[in-house]
T-cell receptor, first 110, second 112 residues
Framework: EDQVTQSPEALRLQEGESSSLNCSYTVSGLRGLFWYRQDPGKGPEFLFT???AGEEKEKERLKATLTKKESFLHITAPKPEDSATYLCAVHASSGNKLVFGAGTILRVKS | NAGVTQTPKFQVLKTGQSMTLQCAQDMNHEYMSWYRQDPGMGLRLIHYSVGAGITDQGEVPNGYNVSRSTTEDFPLRLLSAAPSQTSVYFCASSRDKVKPQHFGDGTRLSIL
C-alpha cells in the first residue's frame, strides 16, 4: 500500500531561522512527488513537482529535493507570510490517484 | 480565470438528508477528483474521473456518488448524510492524472 508520512506535525520558527520539512514515502514505483501549500480556509496551492531522485526545484525561499525514499522542503530565512500547512503527495505508477501526507503546520514568528 | 469553483462554501445538514456539492472548472481539464480533509488525516480521495462519462472510486467512496456528464462539471452527491461525513470537501482538476492538481477552496459540511 502506498504511504506518505510527513514530519514534524508542527514547526515553529523565528523569522530568518532556516529549517526543513520531511516527507517519507513508500510507493510501488514513483511517477511524481508533489508539494502543496495550504492557507487556512483555502484549498491547497501547488508548489513543486519532483519526478526522479536527485532532482531539485526552487521558488523564492523554498527548495524541494528528492531521494528514493524521501523529499525535503527546505525553507531559507523564512518570513511570517510563509506560515501555512505544507502538504506532500505522491503519485504511484500503479494507480490513478495522489496519496497525501497529513501535512506539516509551519508558524513563523517575527 | 475562475479555476475550480465549489458551491456551497458552507452547509449544515441533518442526519439522513441528501445533498449535492457542486464543482466546476474552466480550464478544460480531463482529470477531476473529490477529496475530504479531516484533522490529522490529510486529504483522502473519494471519487475521481479521467474524462467525461468515466468515473472511479477512490479510497473512501462509501456514502457518495458522482457523475461526469460534461468536462466542466463534477458534482458529488451525499445519498443519506451521516455525522461521520462531517468534513471539508475539496474538488480538484488537472490536465491528466500525473499533472499538478488545481484545488477549489472547499465546502465545509456539518452533519448534525
Amino acid at each position: 500500500e502506498d504511504q506518505v508520512t510527513q514530519s514534524p506535525e508542527a514547526l515553529r520558527l523565528q523569522e530568518g531561522e532556516s529549517s526543513s520539512l520531511n516527507c517519507s514515502y513508500t510507493v510501488s514505483g514513483l511517477r511524481g512527488l508533489f508539494w502543496y501549500r495550504q492557507d487556512p480556509g483555502k484549498g491547497p496551492e501547488f508548489l513543486f513537482t519532483l519526478y526522479s531522485a536527485g532532482e531539485e526545484k526552487e521558488k523564492e525561499r523554498l527548495k524541494a529535493t528528492l531521494t528514493k525514499k524521501e523529499s525535503f522542503l527546505h525553507i531559507t530565512a523564512p518570513k511570517p507570510e510563509d506560515s501555512a500547512t505544507y502538504l506532500c503527495a505522491v503519485h504511484a505508477s500503479s494507480g490513478n490517484k495522489l496519496v497525501f501526507g497529513a501535512g506539516t503546520i509551519l508558524r513563523v514568528k517575527s | 480565470n475562475a479555476g475550480v469553483t465549489q458551491t456551497p462554501k458552507f452547509q449544515v445538514l441533518k442526519t439522513g438528508q441528501s445533498m449535492t456539492l457542486q464543482c466546476a472548472q474552466d480550464m478544460n481539464h480531463e482529470y477531476m477528483s473529490w477529496y475530504r480533509q479531516d484533522p490529522g488525516m490529510g486529504l483522502r480521495l473519494i471519487h475521481y474521473s479521467v474524462g467525461a462519462g468515466i468515473t472511479d472510486q477512490g479510497e473512501v467512496p462509501n456514502g457518495y456518488n458522482v457523475s461526469r456528464s460534461t468536462t466542466e462539471d463534477f458534482p458529488l452527491r451525499l445519498l443519506s448524510a451521516a455525522p461521520s461525513q462531517t468534513s471539508v470537501y475539496f474538488c480538484a482538476s488537472s490536465r491528466d492524472k500525473v499533472k499538478p492538481q488545481h484545488f477549489g477552496d472547499g465546502t465545509r459540511l456539518s452533519i448534525l
